[in-house]
Nanobody, 114 residues
C-alpha cells in the first residue's frame, strides 16, 4: 500500500502562484511514477502533469509553460509549481502514484479568483 498526503492548496488571485506537495509512504518512492490530476466542478478528472521514475515529465497542453512538476526522492515528495494561475485552473488537485496499481491522495482545493 502507498499512502499519499497532499498540501499547499488555497485561494490565490489570477496571475498568482502556488506550490502543491505530495508526500508518499509505504513503498520505495523511487519506484513510483507520480502524477497530479485535477477535477473542476461538473467536469471529469484530468491529468495535469506526470513525472516518471527517471524524471521524464509530461504536461497537459493547458498548463504547459506555467506549471512544473518535480520530484525529490530523498524526501519522498512530488511537487507541482503553478505559476500564472487562471480561474480555469480552479479545482481539486489530486496526487496519484503508480506502481503496478494506482494510489490516490485525498485531494487539495485550489481556487483562483479575485
Amino acid at each position: 500500500q502507498v499512502q499519499l498526503v497532499e498540501s499547499g492548496g488555497g485561494l490565490v488571485q489570477p496571475g498568482g502562484s502556488l506550490r502543491l506537495s505530495c508526500t508518499a509512504s509505504g513503498r520505495d518512492f523511487r519506484l513510483l511514477t507520480m502524477a497530479w490530476y485535477r477535477q473542476a466542478p461538473g467536469k471529469q478528472r484530468e491529468l495535469v502533469a506526470l513525472v516518471t521514475t527517471i524524471s521524464s515529465t509530461n504536461y497537459a497542453d493547458s498548463v504547459k509553460g506555467r506549471f512544473t512538476i518535480s520530484r525529490d526522492n530523498a524526501k519522498n515528495t512530488v511537487y507541482l509549481q503553478m505559476n500564472s494561475l487562471k480561474p480555469e485552473d480552479t479545482g481539486v488537485y489530486y496526487c496519484k502514484a503508480n506502481y503496478r496499481t494506482e494510489y490516490w491522495g485525498q485531494g487539495t482545493q485550489v481556487t483562483v479568483a479575485s
